[in-house]
């Protein structure tokens, strides 16, 4: 049995609301016709988002700046974040870095060789045979596959211990000369964060119950590469984000959950909890659409959607902690889902014991 230890989340220094950010948006669009800028200001206004956090203050985002000086400030700032995060996490779960026998890294806003891990495993006195699994080019789903792949590790390891660290930093990636709609909506849903989650293959005495891993799975929907993602150009990572992506979701989500849930002898009705990465309003008004027909709805995923944004992979990871945050009973079930570039849904099925 693979146990969900505890969920770490970190948001970095700089924080904005919507009116905050406004002024930047203004200047940035400045140069386009009044019918585009009305429009993508009611896109920034519609993304219904509190309030988001950035590694770096507005007046750096909305500079003009090289695609190696952007890369540059991730590098910079992922370091010490991501050590400050995991040495936090690895406290508040009661374990000591020399247990840990495999360190899963998720990110895909910036590059990085050595990756961070290589830093973490000098910088926290991690043992220097530790399992080191970064992970990039899963997108948004990369969160649900870390915990998939530490699952899939830790069965062949009794008594292991994993840590999935998510970091990803999307406001770094703006593009300021991309007068795409993919950009402009990038913009008003992505955000930055951390979470860093530690799994255990050992049943402990912990103070309430802990989601163990019941099943999970990963799918990949055929012809779908092109609706989602980053393309590599000059100035940094440009955003690919089509129109069709809510529709494509609400196609297939219930073809991707229900023969999941069905295998493991889940009806949606007898689950607790739908755990979804929101990706956008659009895109969470299109789950809880479907999930509607079942009595159904994904209040976790749309809470943090609104409060912190896309986060990219960590985001899953923000809406499950915020249920393990909760005192549930023995026996309570999550279904998790994110969705990514491929297009790819990795899922599982989580029950409190």
């Given at each position: 049995?693979?146990?969900?230890?505890?969920?770490?989340?970190?948001?970095?220094?700089?924080?904005?609301?919507?009116?905050?950010?406004?002024?930047?948006?203004?200047?940035?669009l400045?140069?386009?016709t009044p019918?585009?800028?009305?429009k993508?200001?009611?896109?920034?206004?519609?993304?219904?988002?509190?309030?988001?956090h950035?590694?770096?203050?507005?007046?750096v985002l909305?500079?003009?700046?090289?695609f190696?000086a952007s890369?540059?400030?991730?590098?910079?700032?992922?370091?010490?974040?991501?050590?400050q995060?995991?040495?936090?996490a690895?406290?508040?779960?009661?374990?000591?870095?020399k247990?840990?026998?495999?360190?899963i890294?998720t990110?895909?806003?910036?590059?990085?060789?050595?990756?961070?891990?290589?830093?973490l495993?000098n910088?926290?006195?991690?043992r220097n045979?530790?399992?080191?699994?970064?992970?990039?080019?899963?997108?948004?789903a990369?969160?649900?596959?870390?915990?998939?792949?530490?699952?899939?590790?830790l069965?062949?390891?009794?008594?292991?211990?994993?840590?999935?660290?998510?970091?990803?930093f999307?406001?770094n990636?703006?593009?300021?000369?991309?007068?795409?709609?993919?950009?402009?909506?990038g913009?008003?849903?992505?955000?930055?964060g951390?979470?860093?989650?530690v799994?255990?293959?050992?049943?402990?005495?912990?103070e309430q119950?802990?989601?163990?891993?019941?099943?999970?799975?990963?799918?990949?929907?055929?012809?779908?590469?092109?609706i989602?993602?980053?393309n590599?150009?000059?100035?940094?990572?440009?955003?690919t984000?089509?129109?069709?992506l809510?529709?494509?979701?609400?196609?297939?989500?219930?073809?991707i959950?229900?023969?999941?849930?069905?295998d493991?002898?889940?009806?949606?009705?007898?689950?607790d909890?739908?755990?979804?990465h929101?990706?956008?309003?659009?895109i969470?008004?299109?789950?809880?659409?479907?999930?509607a027909k079942?009595?159904?709805?994904?209040p976790?995923?749309r809470k943090?959607?609104?409060?912190?944004g896309?986060?990219s992979s960590?985001t899953?990871?923000?809406?499950?902690?915020?249920v393990m945050?909760?005192?549930?009973?023995?026996?309570?079930?999550?279904?998790v889902?994110?969705?990514g570039?491929?297009?790819s849904?990795?899922?599982?099925l989580?029950?409190?014991?």
């Open positions: 049995m693979i146990f969900l230890r505890d969920i770490t989340t970190l948001l970095p220094p700089h924080r904005f609301s919507f009116e905050e950010s406004k002024p930047y948006y203004e200047t940035w400045s140069s386009r019918s585009y800028k009305a993508a200001l009611d896109i920034f206004k519609n993304a219904a988002i509190e309030q988001r950035s590694i770096t203050t507005g007046d909305f500079s003009p700046r090289t190696e890369n540059d400030l991730y590098r910079e700032k992922a370091v010490p974040l991501c050590a995060l995991l040495e936090k690895l406290a508040k779960a009661g374990v000591s870095p247990e840990v026998d495999y360190l890294t990110s895909c806003t910036g590059f990085m060789i050595p990756s961070v891990d290589a830093y495993i910088l926290l006195g991690l045979d530790v399992v080191r699994i970064p992970i990039t080019e899963i997108g948004c990369a969160g649900a596959a870390g915990l998939i792949y530490a699952d899939s590790l069965k062949g390891r009794p008594n292991g211990c994993a840590v999935v660290l998510s970091f990803e999307p406001s990636t703006i593009q300021l000369d991309n007068w795409s709609w993919d950009n402009v909506v913009t008003a849903l992505f955000a930055d951390l979470a860093c989650a799994l255990q293959s050992r049943e402990s005495l912990y119950p802990r989601p163990m891993i019941v099943a999970a799975q990963m799918i990949q929907v055929p012809d779908t590469t092109h989602l993602g980053y590599i150009t000059n100035s940094g990572l440009a955003m984000l089509d129109k069709t809510p529709k494509v979701i609400e196609a297939h989500f219930e073809n959950m229900l023969p999941f849930l069905s493991n002898g889940y009806t949606p009705e007898q689950v909890h739908f755990l979804v929101p990706g956008g309003i659009k969470i008004n299109a789950v809880e659409a479907v999930l079942y009595g159904k709805k994904a976790e995923s943090i959607m609104t409060l912190h896309n986060m960590a899953i990871l923000f809406i499950v902690e915020s945050c909760q005192p549930l009973p023995k026996g309570h079930t999550a279904y889902l994110s969705f570039p491929g297009f849904a990795d899922q599982l989580l029950k409190w014991n």
